[in-house]
């Protein structure tokens, strides 16, 4: 797993190599393979004069820790936030700016996140607070479980400090104002973890992969969450083959359409407890799957869809009929998945199996008010 460091950044480049510290005394210590700073224009410029080179502090820091692992970062390593006139910005002082470098970020995040077997380190301790809340933001949408937020905590004394960038291995004096010295033994640096909530897991993959700006991205995903937080009805009309869940169409093969609707007729006609006005938890309608009573299984099913579509005269052993039957639900919930272009969002209508291995019932998730069947 390669670590990689996205780093806020204004007018003080110290907060890179504090923030390199901090990680360094983890424990286990990380140690990025390669630094993102991200910053204005000036901010490039600093970093330039000040961390870059072999006079630069990134290099000594490196040097007097002496990391066997090499930490690339150098000016390639530098994004320069634009703003909406495209030029490098100096500040945030519009909204125009403030929504195209949210683009800007979104994009970048979105293209690292995207890189497999990497693990992201995200530091706001640097640049403009919008910066590090737009930062935030993104890494709701995109991050992973593994990714990241930091801030980082310097004492006050050596925070505004010109010639602060990391606690030293031995301790140095500082000059300041009156002839006075700050003595580096007294410093404290404290990597401060932000917990932030994780939505990629709840958000389709195209809407993941698509180049969207910021706000295109908060709409979409804000829509899509919306719909998990419903149950749409479930419509299936036999004469013309079709099934509609709110307004979506799901495409489905001949058995899968009949075997979707014997499953349903189940619900809403043999409900082994009627009165009971909603499904919730119920799964006594569920059909237990062996292969003892498979034969007794399939006529059920294939009586109430009206076609012998689970039947295979080809095989006499009894267990391939089964293994067929779950292959069927599988492709059934696939097709699910397909029309609604989102595992979770299918996931609410599938097939659901329960039970152990060997005594699994299989019936619909969807509660039966939702279901109507039309012949």
Not at 330 to 347: D, I, M, R, Y
């Amino acid at each position: 797993m390669r670590d990689l460091l996205v780093a806020l950044c204004g007018l003080t480049p110290q907060v890179i190599t504090e923030t390199l510290w901090a990680l360094n005394q983890q424990r286990p210590s990380v140690i990025p393979d390669k630094i993102f700073i991200v910053t204005t224009q000036s901010g490039s410029k600093a970093c330039e004069r000040l961390l870059f080179g072999k006079r630069g502090k990134l290099y000594s820091y490196q040097r007097e820790y002496r990391s066997t692992q090499s930490i690339r970062c150098g000016p390639r390593n530098v994004i320069i936030l634009r703003g909406s006139d495209g030029n490098p910005v100096e500040d945030l002082r519009t909204q125009r700016d403030n929504l195209a470098v949210a683009d800007q970020l979104a994009a970048f995040i979105r293209d690292l996140t995207a890189i497999p077997n990497t693990r992201l380190h995200c530091s706001v301790a640097g640049g403009r607070k919008t910066m590090g809340v737009i930062l935030a933001a993104v890494l709701q949408v995109y991050g992973r479980p593994e990714d990241r937020l930091y801030h980082v905590l310097v004492s006050p004394e050596f925070e505004s400090q010109p010639e602060f960038f990391y606690i030293p291995k031995r301790p140095r004096l500082l000059a300041i104002r009156n002839r006075k010295f700050l003595d580096t033994v007294n410093a404290r640096i404290e990597l401060a973890e932000i917990p932030y909530v994780r939505l990629r897991a709840y958000l389709p993959n195209d809407l993941l992969k698509q180049a969207l700006s910021f706000t295109e991205l908060v709409a979409r995903a804000q829509k899509h969450l919306r719909a998990l937080e419903r149950l749409e009805s479930v419509r299936i009309d036999i004469s013309s083959g079709r099934l509609l869940i709110g307004e979506t169409e799901v495409k489905f093969s001949p058995a899968q359409f009949r075997l979707y609707t014997a499953f349903a007729r189940i619900k809403t006609e043999k409900c082994v407890e009627p009165a009971r006005t909603s499904c919730d938890d119920c799964t006594k309608c569920y059909a237990a799957v062996t292969k003892a009573n498979w034969d007794a299984v399939r006529e059920q099913l294939e009586n109430i869809a009206g076609d012998r579509f689970l039947w295979a005269a080809d095989s006499q052993d009894p267990g391939i009929a089964p293994a067929r039957f779950r292959t069927l639900i599988s492709k059934t919930n696939q097709a699910l998945v397909k029309g609604f272009k989102s595992k979770q969002l299918a996931e609410r209508y599938h097939i659901r199996s329960d039970g152990l291995r060997g005594e699994t019932c299989y019936g619909l998730a969807v509660d039966k008010t939702l279901l109507r069947v039309e012949s």
